[in-house]
DNA sequence: GCGTTAAATTGGATCGATCCAAAAACCCAA
DNA sequence: TTGGGTTTTTGGATCGATCCAATTTAACGC
């Protein structure tokens, strides 16, 4: 080594130390409070002085340890997630992946947790929040009655939650899917290709959801004064949307079928080749999740990117302005957009007709 | 409040501030050091006073903060997972389940990331080692001369790897599953169902999964004597999977058909139902995927859940004894289990022969 | 020129664990 | 009883940031 430069910049070589503030307070000629200032409250800081530590941040690189800031603040930029046992959910695959890239944008990063059960949940959040500080909770899968938002409430637990709570309570904000919309306007969208007779196939009473979407088909059949005839209800399983196909086809067969999910809406396609009429009848699905999409089936997509970033905007926002807790409850309701692909639009029913 | 017991014993009424290793210490008439011993070094402490200290311990409800912990050990018991866009992948899906079980029951959690490149997940990783003090990494996604492995082998960050390296650099532990057997015993059932052209729908060559799996049926063929007609080999799409079904069933069409996807085995079944023989040619898939299963699709199934424990468990033990950096290299293959549904047995080829 | 107020900057204490070296307690043979 | 060697226990320093109160510097009106 020769001397020379390296006398008072000695800061970089091959692996330096960390710096730290203490490295960068020094260098610059200030104390390490100041330094602090200029990343966390810049107006405190003359802008000369703000200017020449910007320069010895980017010069040592510096990045300010997360466990120190930790460990004094209580926060931690973590933000919880639960993820579900094996359910095919594309859709939770999406909403995973913009979640995380939205948090990423404000500099929080997602932790994973799993629980067999809600009740078990709530244990994992006490650990979560005692021991690894985490900031929020992004809730997925709520339900009527739900214990999971009170119990973080009484915590004290910034949450928002993917899904309506469908009981009247709404001690929190949310963000959720407008899927009435959705098969609203894949009803309508049929009705104006020429169909009369629209059948729903959806899922059993007890879900919400399934109860949302069909109100959807209900409205847009009586809003164009067509007769609705009754839905019929199976579970989230291809086999039963398959038995469910067969019934409905049994009894005066309509020209097309809104379905509730992708998967229901597969049965139906499964069922129809089974019978060896393969088009013919219109088929609209709902999550425009991939198999669908290689099937050339038409499908209600859900806005899963918009609605991630709603999810972190409104929890970041609570976490980081904790004011007024009640105040600033949001309800966010997006609209999903149909996708139109070839199992909508039957040769036989609509020729190419309207081209804008 | 009245008086009595709750001299001494002060400690927790409605929302008592977390114990600390001092409150417990204070308690339990020990110094904190003791305490601290008492959780991660036992055997230096007597007996009796571990057992006084762990009753404090438990009465106060103690657990260790981990920002204090990790500002001054470094380690955060945080494990990097890369998640990527959007491809529809069940199995990314169960392994990621999987993993944040085998993490959790040693009380790592899993901290997400995302990146739209390779290089990318490069700049991601420095900042997730120095700012979250990550303690390790799980790649996923290996690829012949990936950079990403070398990078944090030289950044000494421990990793282990979902897939192999398929070129010979193998400065790390990795954990797979054989391919190449998984079609083997396909190919071999299907044989032994009394199948004899059998066809192999692939990927291009320039992907080591796929050549690895049309391996191993064309060494089942091989073995058994018979004649391994030329693979056809199309993306990973439904579509150019059908297009790749037609070819193959234009040529002396086999009867039966190994997939090196499920997807692919999709888009053959789809194809064989437009061309109206929907049934009467076997097939089989891999992955077991949900769509698979309900379409009642034999296919290969891989074993996550096993995977996952390897990855947890080879990383974990490089975290937590970073003695011997390349002693301790394992590499882990697992092999996969055929699920046999009715897709490979055509009611017209296999009645109910063997029944053990 | 000087007191008064506002703007900038500073140093010490703190969060809650672990590291480290030294002290205390204990055991046993000489 | 005492000294050497273990086994247990202890207190101070430390990790790297923020909180807080105090101090220095700048600005301004009269």
Redo the contacts between chains.
């Keep these: 080594m020769t001397d020379a430069t390296a006398a008072t910049t000695a800061a970089a070589p091959v692996s330096a130390p960390?710096a730290t503030l203490d490295s960068v307070a020094k260098l610059a000629g200030v104390s390490r409070q100041t330094v602090s200032n200029v990343m966390n409250t810049p107006q405190l800081v003359k802008p000369e002085t703000a200017e020449r530590v910007q320069q010895v941040i980017r010069q040592l690189g510096y990045?300010?340890?997360?466990?120190?800031k930790?460990?004094r603040t209580?926060q931690?930029r973590?933000i919880g997630l639960r993820?579900?046992?094996?359910?095919?959910?594309?859709v939770?695959?999406?909403f995973?992946?913009a979640l995380?890239?939205a948090a990423?944008l404000r500099d929080y990063?997602?932790?994973?947790?799993?629980s067999p059960t809600d009740e078990g949940e709530i244990g994992a959040f006490d650990?979560l929040v005692?021991?690894?500080?985490i900031d929020g909770i992004v809730l997925t899968s709520t339900h009527r009655g739900d214990v999971r938002s009170d119990h973080l409430a009484t915590r004290g637990v910034p949450c928002v939650t993917f899904g309506r709570p469908w009981d009247d309570s709404a001690r929190h904000s949310w963000v959720d899917v407008d899927g009435r919309a959705g098969t609203k306007t894949a009803t309508e969208t049929l009705i104006a290709a020429g169909h009369r007779r629209i059948g729903f196939l959806g899922w059993p009473l007890d879900s919400d959801v399934g109860t949302d979407r069909e109100a959807g088909w209900r409205e847009a059949m009586r809003e164009a004064g067509l007769d609705c005839r009754e839905p019929v209800r199976r579970d989230n399983?291809?086999?039963s949307a398959r038995t469910g196909a067969r019934e409905m086809l049994n009894t005066e067969a309509p020209t097309a079928v809104v379905c509730v999910s992708d998967?229901m809406a597969?049965?139906m396609v499964?069922e129809l080749?089974?019978e060896g009429r393969?088009t013919g009848i219109a088929i609209v699905g709902f999550d425009n999740?991939?198999?669908a999409a290689?099937?050339g089936l038409s499908s209600v997509d859900q806005p899963l990117v918009a609605v991630a970033g709603h999810c972190a905007r409104l929890l970041i926002d609570q976490i980081e302005r904790p004011t007024s807790s009640t105040a600033a409850l949001e309800r966010i309701l997006l609209a999903p957009k149909l996708i139109s692909r070839a199992s909508s639009r039957p040769p036989d029913l609509s020729p190419p007709a309207n081209s804008p």
Tied chains: 1, 2.
């Design positions: 960390r990045r300010p340890n997360l466990a120190a930790r460990l209580g931690s973590l993820i579900f046992g094996v359910d095919g959910d594309a939770f695959d999406r995973l992946h995380t890239d990423a990063r997602i932790i994973l947790y799993t650990e005692d021991r690894w500080d399983t291809l086999d998967v597969l049965g499964a080749a089974a393969p999740s991939t198999v290689s099937n």
